[in-house]
């Protein structure tokens, strides 16, 4: 297989939360400006934010798009379920936004994007997963693939129980075969925790030298 | 503010807050445009959270296949006219 690389980058979290001052992290408060406002409704900040990366990234809808998040929109998700146990009928727009490829499949829409789309979440092995499935879609022949990581808030109920960074953020990779820094990997103990996109967003910004996960760890290499 | 004008406003709030509608007041929608497609330009997921909407706030029951139900959803008014002849509370 060949060396994935590097092509571009930008990081998204909230104003109040950047303290990396890096030129590719954009820190907006009300992210979702690649949106109209009929669709940006529809998605929480971290969503809205996922769709403002992609739209930098592949400004011309022409790459496969992969969008992964371990906990979706986990917010609303449990919202609805506690007034599902509370006999109170499901918000329709709510139960339809659910689902885990709604911030792709309105990114979809509102840029007329008719190529490959792919959600995933990877119980903490997402960054693995991303870097996967976007070997494939570059060894079918794409010239690139734009992968993005988020995470939106976590309720409170969740805290303590999962790793998440805090707050809301997102990072997008444009991978490719033939430009930018080599994405070079090797096998871990096992021993780190799950990578969330902050830890990324550190790493892509220089404050880590290495992202490990629970079975790979990543550097980039200039050739 | 007579009981009618009340409705209408109350009618325009419950829309702006139920569908998130950003950026829009009560006074933006205008009674006879269309609420879908054109006009306001709701879509068909919004259809379906006004008709819950309607039956928590006013105890309105719809039939989402009736062929009336669209006639009710046309404009305001015609939301206006649906709520004053079926509300229950």
């Given at each position: 297989?060949?060396?994935?690389?590097?092509?571009?980058?930008?990081?998204?979290?909230?104003?109040?939360?950047?303290?990396?001052?890096?030129?590719?992290?954009?820190?907006?408060?009300?992210?979702?400006?690649s949106l109209p406002a009929m669709l940006r409704r529809r998605l929480d900040t971290s969503g809205r934010a996922v769709c403002d990366l992609l739209a930098r990234l592949d400004p011309d809808a022409r790459y496969p798009l992969i969008h992964a998040s371990r906990h979706g929109d986990a917010s609303r998700t449990l919202d609805m379920l506690k007034g599902l146990v509370n006999q109170e009928p499901p918000s329709p727009t709510r139960f339809s936004m659910s689902v885990h490829n709604a911030t792709l499949g309105v990114h979809s829409i509102a840029n007329d994007h008719h190529r490959p789309l792919q959600a995933l979440s990877a119980s903490g092995n997402e960054l693995e997963a991303m870097f996967w499935e976007a070997a494939g879609y570059l060894a079918q022949g794409q010239s690139?693939?734009?992968?993005?990581?988020?995470?939106?808030?976590?309720?409170?109920?969740?805290?303590?129980?999962?790793?998440?960074?805090?707050?809301?953020?997102?990072?997008?990779?444009?991978?490719?075969?033939?430009?930018?820094?080599?994405?070079?990997?090797?096998?871990?103990?096992?021993?780190?925790?799950?990578?969330?996109?902050?830890?990324?967003?550190?790493?892509?910004?220089g404050s880590t030298t290495t992202l490990a996960g629970r079975q790979q760890q990543w550097r980039l290499e200039q050739l | 503010m007579s009981e009618t004008q009340q409705l209408s406003h109350d009618l325009k709030c419950m829309i702006i807050e139920t569908l998130?509608?950003?950026?829009?007041?009560?006074?933006?929608?205008?009674?006879?445009?269309?609420?879908?497609?054109?006009?306001l330009g709701l879509d068909s997921i919004d259809a379906l959270e006004l008709g819950l909407a309607l039956q928590k706030r006013y105890g309105i029951k719809l039939d989402a296949e009736a062929e009336d139900t669209r006639r009710h959803f046309e404009s305001l008014a015609a939301l206006q006219a649906l709520v004053e002849e079926r509300r229950v509370n």
């Amino acid at each position: 297989m060949q060396q994935i690389r590097l092509g571009d980058w930008l990081g998204w979290c909230p104003d109040s939360i950047d303290r990396l001052q890096h030129p590719q992290l954009l820190t907006t408060d009300k992210p979702g400006q690649s949106l109209p406002a009929m669709l940006r409704r529809r998605l929480d900040t971290s969503g809205r934010a996922v769709c403002d990366l992609l739209a930098r990234l592949d400004p011309d809808a022409r790459y496969p798009l992969i969008h992964a998040s371990r906990h979706g929109d986990a917010s609303r998700t449990l919202d609805m379920l506690k007034g599902l146990v509370n006999q109170e009928p499901p918000s329709p727009t709510r139960f339809s936004m659910s689902v885990h490829n709604a911030t792709l499949g309105v990114h979809s829409i509102a840029n007329d994007h008719h190529r490959p789309l792919q959600a995933l979440s990877a119980s903490g092995n997402e960054l693995e997963a991303m870097f996967w499935e976007a070997a494939g879609y570059l060894a079918q022949g794409q010239s690139s693939v734009v992968v993005a990581f988020s995470e939106g808030e976590l309720p409170e109920d969740y805290v303590g129980h999962t790793t998440h960074p805090g707050f809301p953020c997102a990072i997008a990779m444009r991978l490719t075969l033939n430009q930018g820094p080599c994405l070079m990997n090797s096998n871990t103990d096992g021993s780190e925790g799950a990578p969330h996109p902050f830890d990324v967003i550190r790493w892509l910004s220089g404050s880590t030298t290495t992202l490990a996960g629970r079975q790979q760890q990543w550097r980039l290499e200039q050739l | 503010m007579s009981e009618t004008q009340q409705l209408s406003h109350d009618l325009k709030c419950m829309i702006i807050e139920t569908l998130e509608l950003e950026d829009i007041t009560p006074e933006d929608i205008d009674d006879q445009a269309p609420l879908f497609g054109e006009g306001l330009g709701l879509d068909s997921i919004d259809a379906l959270e006004l008709g819950l909407a309607l039956q928590k706030r006013y105890g309105i029951k719809l039939d989402a296949e009736a062929e009336d139900t669209r006639r009710h959803f046309e404009s305001l008014a015609a939301l206006q006219a649906l709520v004053e002849e079926r509300r229950v509370n």
